[in-house]
């Protein structure tokens, strides 16, 4: 007996596997914007509180929408010219695509981020291990000038070895964010006996930075015994 044969496909169905992406973006697109509708003029909660979702999804959503369309344009500005052959493009070079590529990208990862933030899986993160992943960021200019630091000292002592390895990716990896949380926690045990190690809490260059602030724009004292965020009260004459 022989096996039957697949049915032939057909250009109606090929063409509504093709689009199946592009309607589940359109899809969320809708949703997004029911969902933005009814987290502004619903008047109540609805039924059983179903209504509630809206204030918590529409935000995340957009953002993730607009991070998946940043990248997706930022491959075909970067990644897809180099691999079909239709030009080249390198980091650097300053051209258009690089340019505009870059800034769509680095906006594209930021809404991804911020998007992740708002999403019930960055609200169920404890805040600790929250504020323990942000560290790093708060340090960049001092992480970076470290890892400046390091290729200069290993190219001077191995002038003929080329610092592009696994090996230093992962010596900058740790440096960079074991670095970050160490310097942190220090700071943090420093401030409770000596409070002026707050504000080199962020880093070393940070901490300069805001120093030099400090000196030259200081932010008025907060009156005592007056809760964060309250105004004080101006008494009539």
Do not use: K
Request: aromatic share 6%; net charge positive.
């Amino acid at each position: 007996m022989l096996p039957a044969s697949a049915p032939a496909a057909s250009p109606a169905r090929d063409q509504n596997l093709a689009s199946a992406r592009i309607l589940a973006v359109d899809w969320a697109r809708a949703l997004a914007y029911v969902l933005m509708i009814i987290a502004h003029t619903a008047p109540s909660d609805g039924p059983a509180r179903l209504f509630m979702i809206s204030e918590f999804v529409t935000a995340p959503l957009f953002a993730l929408l607009a991070s998946g369309a940043a990248l997706l344009a930022m491959a075909g500005l970067l990644i897809a010219p180099n691999l079909l052959g239709l030009f080249p493009v390198h980091a650097y070079d300053g051209t258009p695509a690089e340019q505009i590529g870059g800034i769509l990208g680095a906006a594209g990862f930021l809404l991804l981020c911020r998007s992740l933030e708002r999403s019930a899986f960055g609200r169920a993160l404890p805040p600790a291990l929250a504020r323990a992943a942000a560290v790093p960021g708060q340090m960049t200019l001092s992480l970076y000038v470290l890892q400046i630091a390091v290729l200069h000292v290993f190219q001077t002592r191995n002038p003929l070895e080329r610092d592009d390895s696994w090996g230093m990716l992962a010596l900058l990896l740790v440096l960079g964010i074991g670095g970050a949380l160490a310097w942190r926690a220090a700071l943090q045990r420093a401030a409770i006996r000596w409070p002026a190690a707050a504000r080199w809490q962020r880093g070393p260059l940070e901490g300069a930075i805001r120093l030099l602030e400090d000196a030259i724009a200081p932010l008025p004292a907060r009156p005592t015994g007056l809760r964060p965020g309250a105004s004080p009260e101006i008494s009539s004459p």
